[in-house]
C-alpha cells in the first residue's frame, strides 16, 4: 500500500512546479498588497471611483471580445491604448495630485534625513489657543458661519494668496469682526501661522468624498478638502446650527464641545518636533561624551 502511494506521488508530484521563495519576494509582496489596500481604500473616498468602475466595465468588456475573437473591437481597443491612458490621466489629475501631495506628507524620507531641520516651527501661544476657542464658540451661540484654518508643518502659501493679506496677532475680538455678516472680510476662510492671522477670505479646495454627509454645506466640504490636501487643522462653525466641528487628515469630528476642541489645540500645540534618525546619533554621542566626561 505504501508502495502504491509512492508510486502515486512521485508520478505526479514530479510534474508540480514549486518556485524558490525568497525573502525579497514575501517583503515585495507585503509591499504591493499594502499600497493596493491604501490606493483602493482613498479612491473610494472620491469621485475617481465611479470612474474606476466604469475602466472595469470596459476591461470585461474588451475580455468578452477577445473570448469571442471580435477582431474589430479588438483592433479599436489596441489602437485607443494610448488615447485613454492620457485621458486618464487628464480626468484623475485632481485625485493623482492629491495622492502625491499625501504622499509628500509621509515621513518616511524625514525620519532619516530631516529636510526642513533649519525650518522653524511655529507654535501658536496659549493666548492664541483661547481666543481661537473662545471665538468660534462665541459665533456658534449666534449662528455665525465661520471657517478657521490653523497652519502646521505644510506652508499654505498657494490659498494665503487667494485672499486678502493681513498681519495681526490672533484674538477673539479680530475673529469674530472678520466674520461677521455683512463685513468685507467674512466670506471665506482665514489662515493663522503661529500667533498671526496671515490672510483672510480665502478660498479653500472642495472635497469629493462621497461618504459625507448631503447636510454638509459648502463651507464643512472646504473644510474637510484643506485637510485633505494639507496637515492643517481647521474649524468650522456652522451658519445653521451653531455646532463647532474640526476637520484634520480628511475627517470631520462634528458638534464637538469646548472641552474637545481644547485638547486638539492642545495636543497640535505640544506635539514633539520630529527629528531625524542622523540627529538621534548625535544626541546619543552627545550624551555618550558627556558620560565620559564625567
Avoid at 95 to 105: I, N, P, W
Avoid at 158 to 171: F, N, R
Avoid at 279 to 289: A, I, T, V
Wanted: aromatic share 8%; glycine share 6%; charged share 25%.
Amino acid at each position: 500500500m505504501e508502495q502504491q502511494i509512492s508510486q502515486i506521488l512521485g508520478k505526479y508530484v514530479t510534474d508540480v512546479y514549486l518556485p524558490r521563495i525568497y525573502l525579497t519576494d514575501i517583503i515585495e509582496v507585503l509591499i504591493l498588497s499594502y499600497l493596493i489596500y491604501h490606493v483602493m481604500i482613498w479612491i473610494k473616498n472620491t469621485k475617481a471611483w465611479m470612474l474606476l468602475k466604469g475602466i472595469i466595465v470596459l476591461a470585461v468588456f474588451i475580455l468578452v471580445a477577445s473570448v469571442f475573437k471580435m477582431h474589430t473591437i479588438l483592433f479599436i481597443a489596441k489602437n485607443s491604448v494610448t488615447v485613454l491612458a492620457t485621458a486618464a490621466i487628464v480626468v484623475f489629475q485632481p485625485e493623482l495630485r492629491r495622492a502625491l501631495e499625501k504622499l509628500g506628507e509621509r515621513k518616511f524620507l524625514s525620519s532619516i534625513v530631516s529636510f526642513e531641520s533649519n525650518r522653524e516651527r511655529v507654535r501658536f501661544s496659549e493666548d492664541t489657543m483661547e481666543s481661537i476657542i473662545d471665538a468660534a464658540f462665541n459665533m456658534g451661540r449666534v449662528k455665525t458661519g465661520a471657517l478657521i484654518v490653523v497652519e502646521q508643518a505644510i506652508r499654505l502659501t498657494e490659498y494665503e494668496s487667494t485672499g486678502i493679506q493681513m498681519d495681526c496677532m490672533v484674538s477673539r475680538q479680530v475673529l469674530m469682526n472678520i466674520f461677521e455678516h455683512n463685513t468685507p472680510l467674512h466670506d471665506g476662510a482665514v489662515i493663522i501661522r503661529g500667533d498671526r492671522i496671515v490672510s483672510a477670505t480665502c478660498y479653500l479646495p472642495l472635497s469629493d468624498n462621497m461618504g459625507l454627509s448631503k447636510d454638509l454645506g459648502t463651507r464643512h466640504r472646504a473644510a474637510v478638502g484643506m485637510s485633505e490636501v494639507s496637515d492643517a487643522f481647521v474649524i468650522v462653525v456652522s451658519e445653521e446650527t451653531g455646532y463647532v466641528s474640526v476637520a484634520q487628515d480628511g475627517v470631520l469630528d462634528r458638534n464637538i464641545s469646548i472641552e474637545e476642541l481644547g485638547e486638539k489645540l492642545f495636543h497640535i500645540q505640544n506635539r514633539k518636533l520630529e527629528t531625524s534618525r542622523f540627529s538621534f546619533l548625535r544626541k546619543g554621542r552627545h550624551s555618550d561624551e558627556e558620560k565620559t566626561d564625567e
